[in-house]
């Protein structure tokens, strides 16, 4: 439900002179956006190990800001090295036309990234995605907890997206609900140019509309959209913002410092997660155990039901205000869990009535982010951090691989004990990009697993997904990892809970039952990681699944 002071503004913006000054913005704001995004590299942009950029802040000034005579001398004694330290320019970027008066709020840090990737797609299809606000949502469900467009108005072509303006808020976040989010008011404009190329531009509006919640402020962001020579779409993602770090976590000033947490490169490769799973959709394939034959409807449903339980991890771990998370009183061992509690009150297809609770907690590892997604992901290794599977037999035995990296993945497994016997069914999803990894699943009974197998309604299926999500630890400013093997791992579970009664109390007895969930899966991948570092037999834990002996079934 929109909040009233968006239906407020909602109405303010259609106001003469606001509506005009809005435009004129936007327009400054596409043509600073297409200029930092087909500029050539070096200087204003520089080269980051992990393929994606970092802005100059001088050469940025020198391009876009109304520099003084006093201030250039600063830069070119900076340039020749003839002065030792350079001051903040952090005061000095108000004087870019598009954010004056902008930037007047103290603390805040400036992050500014690009990055770029070939997607096999349309132009005007990814035009589409950005511009249709519930889409974009969606496809950026592990990004953005929430979104509110206030209202449009257009100067193009009518029926189409070149020339729409919306305005609206948004909020952001990452996979962790001790990290605040992020949330800010800014305009979203849509111009088609000649040759099929299109760009989409975010720019702030707190100086037009002032937001007490507001601690993100939107520098000229978006992406230029440009067909490719082979056939494609060349997208180039450029995100520029000020944001308030003051609220962090130690643990992820890094990470969000270096522009890794919220850059480019994180939203570049949530798009193209979202259309290499466009693809994987209308498969006719999937790598299957011998006799286990599950038709492509089947295989959409199972598709459809990782993808809510994706969806639905992402959000339950997101620090939004909608999520009524509460911090547990620390116990001996000084973990800091929070819980959440889902009292279902009307009931639904896929959310029966009655309790649920959802609880977190975040670790540092000193192991490096790939390694740990294998391991957590991996069959081999499943028994050796889930509790529940400590004497049961894993085996993956389908799995369908939802991008060009063969752990990237949907699986199912199959959990048996000494007789040959199955105990459980898992769903799990994997996915890795340069900023996060996450492992997801959720235990289904045979009966669920045959109503999905013939392509039934994923929506009717009951599933809490439970998992991990991974993040870099031990960053630098500039995103580079001191020695690379540091990982922060939050591991959330979503159980039912029958004890809890009410919104605002979980008993003592589910407070022991969640801290021993949390200590003995913490203890168990601790005990498992120390072990295979003192061997050094990390090689069974990073097979690559898709090198297995499995056929291929229709």
Known sequence: ??????????????????????????????????????????????????????????????????????????????????????????????????????CSG???????????????????????????????????????????????????????????????????????PVIPTRECCF????????????????????????????????????????PADKGGTQVIWVEHVEADHSQLNDLFKPLVTSGLAFGAARWIASIVRHFEWSDVLTATTLAADAGVIIPQTGRTSFLKLADRMMRKFCANLSATTSNPWMRLVPSHNSMDVR????????????????????????????????????????????????????????????????????????????????????????????????SASYVIYAPLDESALAYLAKGSNPDKVIAYPSGFAIIPGGLHRNGDQSNGNESLLT?????????ITNDGAIPPESVQTIYGILTDTVTAIKDALTYHTRHNNWAQDELKNGSTNKNFSM
């Not at 050469?59 to 020749?80: P, Q």
């Not at 509790?387 to 369908?400: D, G, M, N, R, V």
């Open 491 to 499: 591991i959330s579970f979503h159980l039912l809970d029958k004890a």
């Open 106 to 176: 103290q603390g805040l840090q400036i992050e500014a990234t690009r990055d770029m990737e070939l997607i096999s797609t349309s132009p005007v299809s990814v035009a589409e995605l950005l511009m249709d606000v519930n889409q974009w949502s969606m496809t950026f469900h592990n990004i953005v907890s929430r979104a509110t467009v206030l209202g449009s108005f257009s100067d193009g072509v009518e029926g189409t997206y070149d020339g729409k303006l919306h305005v609206m808020t948004a909020e952001f976040h990452l996979p962790s």
């Open 339 to 434: 819980v959440m509690i889902d009292n279902n009150r009307n009931g639904g297809t896929n959310n029966p009535l009655g309790t649920s609770v959802v609880f977190s907690t975040t670790i540092w590892f000193r192991v490096s982010p790939n390694r740990l997604f294998n391991f957590l992901r991996h069959e081999k290794s499943r028994n050796e951090w889930d509790i529940l599977s400590k004497t049961l037999f894993i085996q993956e035995f389908a799995c369908l691989v939802t991008s060009k990296h063969p752990e990237t993945r949907v699986s199912l497994l199959r959990a048996s004990n000494s007789k040959d016997k199955t105990e459980i069914f898992y769903l799990q999803e994997s996915y890795a990009d340069s």
């Open 187 to 226: 305009a979203r404009y849509c111009k088609k140019f000649p040759y099929n190329r299109w760009a989409v531009v975010d720019v702030s509006l707190e100086d037009f509309f002032p937001c007490a919640t507001s601690n993100l402020r939107k520098r000229p962001s978006g992406c230029v959209i440009l």
């Open 1 to 102: 439900m929109p909040r009233a002071s968006d239906l407020l503004l909602g109405v303010s913006i259609f106001g003469e002179p606001i509506k005009t000054k809005i435009i004129d913005r936007a327009n400054s704001a596409m043509e600073e956006l297409c200029r930092l995004g087909i500029a050539a590299g070096e200087p204003i942009w520089h080269k980051h190990k992990d393929r994606y950029e970092i802005l100059d802040d001088a050469e940025y000034l020198k391009a876009f800001g109304r520099v003084d005579s006093t201030l250039m001398d600063i830069i070119r004694l900076a340039e020749v090295g003839e002065l030792q330290a350079l001051p903040s320019f952090d005061s000095c970027r108000n004087m870019n036309p598009i954010s004056t008066n902008q």
